[in-house]
Each structure stands twice: as C-alpha cells, then as structure tokens.
C-alpha cells in the first residue's frame, strides 16, 4: 500500500509517498480501506519536532491520528464491526491507504454522514467533548469562555458546553467574529482587543485550545471567578494554579460510545466542522503547509483523488 513517511523532522519534505507493508488485524483488530484522513495540529507539530520531549517517537513513522474509511478486514474476535462497515476511528499512520487498529478505535458512520465529513470528528471531537466533559466539567448554567472557539477542537467544545447547558462565551481574533455569530453562543469576546477583554465578566472555568499570551492575558486581568476552572487541551497556563484556580490540562483518548455520539450530533447537524481543501496522499507536504497556515475548515487527505480540490 501506499503511505505518507516522516523520514526527518524539519519541514514538509520530509514528507514522502512511500510503498509500504499492509499490515494486518490482531484479533481485536479491524483493516481500513481510508477514503479521507484529516490533518491535525498535531501532525505538524511533530513533523516539527515540537513534541520531541513530550512525545517522543522512532523515525520514520507514517502520521495521521483521523481515517474515514470501510472495513476490509476483521480480527478473529471482533464482534463491534463487519467487513464492508462504514467506520471513523481515532488512530496512528492514517496518512495510508489502509489502516489497522483495535476496535475501540472506531464507531459506525451513520448513513447521513459522509466519509470525507466523518475523517475531520474523531480527534477534534473527543478532545472537545473530554475538554467540556472530564477537564472543566461543565454544569448547566456555568459561564464558561472557549478560547479559540471556531476552531475545529473549540467548535466540539461549543457543542459540548451548549449540551450540558452551560452559558458560553466564544473567545476568538477580532477578525474571526463573523465566522463567530454563527456559533450557537451566548457571547463573543476580541481575544486580541484589550479593552473587550478589559469588559468581559469574570467566567468560571475557561475550556482552553489556545494557551499562550491569550491565557495569560485573561489570568493577568483575573478573568475567572475564585476557585474557578481552567481545562485545557495544551500545557497548564502559567500561575492559574497559584491564582487559586483547578487546572485541568488534557490528552485525548479513545472512546468509542462517545466517538458514536459525535457521529450522531453530526448525522443530526446539531455539530459541524466545516471541510477545507482536500488533497492526494502524493500532496500530503503541500496540505500540511495549508492547515498550518490556518483559517476554517479542516484538511483533508483523500487516497482516491489525483489533483487536490
Ligand atoms: N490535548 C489533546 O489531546 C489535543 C487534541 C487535539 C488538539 N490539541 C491542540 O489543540 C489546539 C487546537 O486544535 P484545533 O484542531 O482546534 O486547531 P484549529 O482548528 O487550528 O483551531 C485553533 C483555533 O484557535 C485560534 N487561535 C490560535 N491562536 C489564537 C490566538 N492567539 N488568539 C485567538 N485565537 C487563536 C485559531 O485561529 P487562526 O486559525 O486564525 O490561527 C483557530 O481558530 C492545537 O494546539 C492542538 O495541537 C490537543
């Protein structure tokens, strides 16, 4: 089969189209055939070498943690799937044309949803929803500030917090506010307008996908209530501990009830994540470099097409 190879870290050519081995299903294992693999964050971060501390791991690696795709294969004790399922999963080396990973990986794509739809939810989805669910853990009627709000983890986290009925006030650029009124939000905040931040009430927990100066802006002008919340999906912000707060910071993990859920929510179009630009597995360099340069919808690498759309 063919896959996309981290063979160095640094920029995207180090990114090369490769024929590889197929591998093959453990017995609680399914095979893939990926109709679309998303490009996230954390691709690029690694590509990088961002994450060399954190997360190490032995080059070359085929990247990918999102496929969309039918089953082909299933191992011996596999009763969740059958062969020809539509399926989304939470995986390593999506960036291939098959995939192989244990069955807790994955949920059933309903009949609304298409593919390439269903490759963008699983890690944007289950990081919103365990932010929301497990890091700040929301209640009805809280006020709770989403930080980075239309982006793809940010959007799940809208939807997360909306469900459990809290009040949400979507954090966002100044230029992103018409992209924002369209969020089911309460409120907006001008993360990079001063004095907006200036008027923002205090909130009680903040769900974080951006950190940074952003975090620390809004700790400095003590914008969550004493003894409020901070669940964040990157490294706990500086001095919200010490601030008295409860910092929350989190890793994704598979699940695949609440992957089902999402699927749902997507089959029902009570949550969206908009779709980018799609490109070949050949062009996997050139769509790194367009995800990271930002901006709405997600990425998508798709192994049937031949020119990027
Ligand atoms: N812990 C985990 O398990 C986990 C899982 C998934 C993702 N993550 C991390 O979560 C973060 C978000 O991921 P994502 O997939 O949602 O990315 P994304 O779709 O690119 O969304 C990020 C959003 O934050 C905005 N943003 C960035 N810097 C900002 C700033 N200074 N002020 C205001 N808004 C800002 C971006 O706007 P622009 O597009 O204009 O920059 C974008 O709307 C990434 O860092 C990713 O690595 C962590």
Redesign the pocket.
């Known amino acids: 089969m063919k896959a996309v190879v981290l063979n160095g870290y640094g920029d995207v050519e180090h990114l090369e189209l490769k024929e590889v081995d197929e591998p093959s299903p453990g017995p609680r294992q399914i095979k893939v055939k990926v109709a679309a693999a998303s490009v996230?964050?954390?691709d690029w971060?690694i590509r990088r070498g961002d994450l060399r501390a954190m997360m190490p791991i032995h080059l070359p690696v085929i990247l990918g943690?999102d496929v969309s795709g039918e089953v082909i294969a299933i191992g011996a004790e596999v009763r969740e799937f059958k062969v020809g399922d539509r399926v989304m999963g939470l995986v390593e080396h999506g960036y291939a044309e098959v995939v192989v990973a244990s069955v807790e990986a994955f949920a059933l794509v309903p009949p609304e949803v298409p593919l390439p739809t269903a490759a963008a939810l699983p890690?944007?989805g289950?990081?919103?929803v365990?932010?929301v669910e497990e890091a700040v853990r929301a209640h009805a009627g809280e006020r709770i500030l989403v930080?980075?709000?239309?982006?793809?983890?940010?959007?799940?986290a809208v939807f997360a917090a909306k469900r459990r009925g809290a009040q949400i006030i979507a954090?966002?650029?100044s230029?992103?506010r018409p992209?924002a009124k369209k969020l089911d939000v309460d409120e907006i905040v001008?993360?990079?307008d001063p004095q907006e931040l200036e008027r923002l009430r205090p909130v009680d927990a903040i769900a974080d996908?951006?950190?940074?100066?952003?975090m620390a802006a809004l700790l400095d002008r003590d914008k969550v209530v004493p003894g409020g919340v901070i669940g964040?999906?990157?490294q706990p912000p500086l001095g919200a501990k010490e601030q008295g707060l409860r910092v929350h910071?989190?890793?994704?993990?598979p699940d695949s009830a609440a992957l089902a859920g999402i699927a749902a929510a997507a089959a029902s179009g009570e949550l969206v994540i908009p779709i980018g630009r799609q490109f070949p597995l050949s062009q996997a360099p050139a769509a790194q470099h367009v995800?990271e340069?930002?901006?709405?919808g997600?990425v998508l690498l798709v192994p049937s097409l031949r020119r990027a759309s």
């Open positions: 996230n964050p954390v971060k943690r890690l944007v289950l990081t919103g365990q932010l930080t980075g709000a239309v982006g793809s983890v940010g959007r799940v954090g966002v650029r230029r992103q992209e001008a993360l990079d996908t951006v950190n940074g100066k952003v964040t999906v990157l910071a989190m890793l994704a993990h995800a340069a930002g901006g709405v997600k």
